[in-house]
């Protein structure tokens, strides 16, 4: 019972996360400012934080349920986003007034490398109980 715990526990918020994306990307056009340009650096930063947390999160979740060697994680951490990334914009494909762009895709890429490049550097500086959520 205690391992059904900890694998809802680990693996809840990637759930929420990934459906939080899914939500974001069902409506019809997100406007995050009237100033066009200032409207782009807004989206292309969420896209790229939003998948930086991802990879964090699935991280996360094979450190504590895979027992996969820590370089295995990484990758397939970053494999798991990207191809999350990749459904995301197949599913934008399907949504009134959207499109899927390969562009986006790479956005969203480039944070997983954020977030795998956060897990390999800056993680040994947070506070060690935030830190023992990252590692084992």
């Known amino acids: 019972m205690e391992k059904v715990r900890r694998v809802v526990f680990v693996w809840s918020p990637v759930v929420l996360w990934m459906g939080l994306i899914?939500?974001?990307s069902s409506f019809h056009k997100l406007q995050a400012s009237p100033i066009s340009w200032q409207d782009f650096v807004i989206r292309k930063t969420a896209h790229f934080l939003e998948?930086?947390?991802?990879?964090i999160l699935l991280y996360r979740g094979l450190t504590f349920t895979s027992g996969l060697a820590f370089k295995?994680?990484?990758i397939i951490s970053l494999a798991m986003t990207i191809f999350y990334a990749f459904t995301?914009?197949?599913?934008q494909n399907m949504v009134n007034g959207r499109t899927g762009r390969f562009f986006d895709i790479g956005i969203d890429s480039l944070g997983a490398l954020g977030g795998l490049l956060f897990v390999l550097?800056?993680?040994?500086?947070?506070p060690e109980k935030l830190k023992k959520e990252l590692t084992v």
């Open 51 to 55: 998948y930086a947390i991802l990879y």
């Open 72 to 74: 295995k994680r990484l």
């Open 22 to 24: 899914f939500f974001l």
């Open 121 to 126: 550097k800056l993680v040994k500086y947070l």
């Open 88 to 91: 995301d914009e197949l599913h």
